[in-house]
């Protein structure tokens, strides 16, 4: 069973940066992607980054939503388990729960052509929070 624990929320100030950690465990698929979502109070779940890689590959097709492109990063540590996500230039719009969840990157999980559809994604963590306030 793939089990994913989120860390690295917090408070932060408009422009400052935050980086978050997502512990990635059983999986067995050598061929995986892993997605970060985020989700507002009132508002829909919105696809934020994703990677689909190798097992042994710290690298692969990266995507990211609209809203966040050129300020975060995402990238991947084999060694470590983990993959992370880097924002940078944070706005107020980021404030939101932060989930990172595990896909079949074989079904579209993760393409790099735009769109993160949150459907594909089987396994999912608890989130963390992220609130950039002044």
């Known amino acids: 069973q793939v089990q994913l624990v989120e860390s690295g929320g917090g408070l932060v100030q408009p422009g400052t940066s935050l980086r978050l950690s997502c512990v990635v465990s059983?999986?067995?698929?050598?061929?995986?992607?892993i997605g970060w979502f985020r989700q507002a109070p009132g508002k829909e779940r919105e696809g934020v980054s994703c990677i689909s890689s190798t097992m042994s590959s710290n690298d692969g097709t990266t995507d990211y939503g609209d809203s966040v492109k050129g300020r975060f990063t995402i990238s991947k540590d084999n060694a470590r388990n983990t993959v992370y996500l880097q924002m940078d230039s944070l706005k107020l719009e980021d404030t939101a729960v932060y989930y990172c969840?595990?896909?079949?990157?074989?079904?579209?999980?993760?393409?790099?052509?735009?769109?993160?559809?949150?459907?594909?994604?089987?396994?999912w963590g608890q989130g963390t929070q992220v609130t950039v306030s002044s």
């Open positions: 059983g999986v067995a698929a050598n061929y995986y992607s």
């Open positions: 969840a595990y896909g079949p990157a074989l079904k579209g999980a993760c393409l790099g052509m735009g769109g993160i559809p949150a459907a594909v994604y089987n396994y």
